[in-house]
């Protein structure tokens, strides 16, 4: 008997194939928090619209302060050259007289001031100069030939202390009583001081108020970075940090944009200042280039106001931080 050999039924049935996607992986709780409470995130945002307006107001306002500074500098400056030349020359006046002869006059005068103590040099001015003298506000082409113009005779001093004068103004009142007069342009010089001080006054009353609107800025932008962050400084409360730690990082924030501002302020000054220099040199060869030269100089501040325009980009970045503290404690309290 021939049994059949029966394979046992096959079990290779296909079935439906699908495809097992795996779960989502979890978001990480960083990405899932707001931008500005991110771990590494700072506590005032580094890079916004409110601080790149910020440092572009205290870099206007510090162009501006540089400015006064400079222009300050250039006027002292200037001042004290008008005056170094000016207290270094005295004049002596020869007024004509009826029944004298004013070249005689004139020669005794030179006599009297070489014989000074103190007196380097002298110069006798002829008519004709001293009548051109007279232009500026006579006017050109008249003809002054029947007029008493006075002579006049400059002296210039040795320039080794402050010479006495009494006794050539003595001199003169002895030897030409009512013709001649020593002036030594004090009159003058105080004047030219007062009007250096009060210009160089209002300069720096000028830096003054705009490093007070600069901190007026800061104020405003100090209130609103504290308003937009309240959340965050309400979790920084309540983990445990105390005022002064959050008033540490807006001072430090407030003053790196001070200290961007300050430089681009600064450095757009000099900027000008150079431009003005280089300008004025182009147009000195011209009368109105002497002109300007001889009222302001070529332009040139010199060390004082290099300094004086770097000094106040940094005061103004110090000026920033400082308000910002203060600020933030004012806030929180």
């Given at each position: 008997?021939?049994?059949?050999?029966?394979?046992?039924?096959?079990?290779?049935?296909?079935?439906t194939?699908?495809t097992?996607t795996p779960?989502?992986?979890?978001?990480?709780p960083?990405?899932?928090l707001?931008?500005?409470l991110?771990r590494?995130?700072?506590?005032?945002p580094?890079?916004?619209?409110a601080?790149?307006?910020l440092?572009?107001?205290?870099?206007?306002?510090?162009?501006?302060?540089a400015?006064?500074?400079?222009a300050?500098?250039?006027?002292a400056s200037s001042a004290d050259?008008?005056?170094g030349?000016v207290?270094?020359?005295?004049?002596i006046?020869?007024?004509p007289?009826?029944?004298r002869?004013?070249d005689?006059d004139?020669?005794?005068a030179?006599?009297?001031a070489?014989?000074?103590p103190?007196?380097?040099s002298?110069?006798?001015?002829?008519?004709a100069e001293?009548?051109?003298?007279l232009?500026?506000?006579?006017?050109?082409?008249?003809d002054?030939s029947?007029?008493?113009?006075p002579?006049?005779?400059?002296?210039?001093?040795?320039?080794v202390?402050s010479?006495?004068l009494?006794p050539?103004?003595a001199s003169?009142?002895?030897?030409l009583?009512?013709v001649?007069?020593?002036d030594?342009?004090a009159?003058?010089?105080r004047?030219?001081?007062?009007?250096a001080?009060?210009?160089?006054g209002?300069g720096i009353g000028l830096?003054?108020?705009?490093?007070?609107?600069?901190?007026?800025?800061?104020?405003f932008?100090?209130?609103?970075?504290?308003?937009g962050?309240?959340?965050?400084?309400?979790?920084?409360?309540?983990?445990g940090?105390?005022d002064?730690?959050?008033a540490?990082?807006?001072?430090?924030?407030?003053?790196?944009?001070?200290?961007?501002?300050?430089?681009?302020g600064s450095?757009?000054?000099?900027a000008?200042?150079a431009?003005a220099?280089?300008?004025?040199?182009?147009?000195?060869?011209?009368p109105a280039?002497?002109?300007?030269?001889?009222?302001?100089g070529?332009?040139?501040?010199?060390?004082r106001?290099y300094a004086?325009?770097?000094?106040?980009g940094?005061?103004a970045s110090?000026?920033?931080?400082?308000?910002?503290?203060?600020?933030?404690r004012?806030f929180?309290a």
């Amino acid at each position: 008997m021939s049994a059949s050999s029966k394979s046992p039924p096959s079990m290779s049935a296909n079935p439906t194939s699908r495809t097992v996607t795996p779960p989502p992986a979890s978001a990480s709780p960083q990405d899932a928090l707001p931008a500005t409470l991110r771990r590494n995130a700072p506590l005032v945002p580094t890079d916004s619209a409110a601080s790149r307006a910020l440092a572009a107001v205290i870099a206007i306002l510090t162009f501006l302060a540089a400015l006064c500074a400079g222009a300050a500098e250039i006027v002292a400056s200037s001042a004290d050259q008008w005056q170094g030349s000016v207290a270094q020359e005295v004049t002596i006046q020869i007024r004509p007289n009826p029944g004298r002869d004013l070249d005689a006059d004139v020669a005794r005068a030179e006599a009297l001031a070489k014989a000074t103590p103190g007196i380097a040099s002298t110069r006798v001015y002829s008519k004709a100069e001293a009548e051109r003298l007279l232009e500026p506000w006579l006017g050109s082409g008249l003809d002054l030939s029947d007029l008493p113009v006075p002579r006049l005779v400059a002296l210039r001093l040795t320039g080794v202390g402050s010479p006495d004068l009494k006794p050539l103004r003595a001199s003169l009142a002895e030897t030409l009583p009512g013709v001649a007069s020593l002036d030594d342009h004090a009159l003058w010089l105080r004047r030219l001081s007062t009007m250096a001080n009060t210009f160089v006054g209002g300069g720096i009353g000028l830096v003054a108020l705009v490093l007070v609107a600069t901190g007026l800025a800061v104020v405003f932008a100090t209130r609103g970075a504290m308003a937009g962050n309240r959340e965050v400084v309400e979790v920084l409360h309540f983990v445990g940090a105390d005022d002064d730690f959050i008033a540490r990082a807006f001072q430090r924030r407030f003053f790196r944009l001070g200290l961007r501002g300050g430089i681009i302020g600064s450095g757009a000054a000099l900027a000008a200042f150079a431009l003005a220099g280089f300008v004025a040199r182009a147009w000195q060869s011209g009368p109105a280039g002497e002109e300007i030269e001889a009222l302001f100089g070529a332009f040139h501040i010199g060390w004082r106001g290099y300094a004086s325009v770097l000094l106040i980009g940094v005061i103004a970045s110090v000026v920033t931080g400082i308000v910002s503290r203060l600020t933030v404690r004012r806030f929180l309290a």
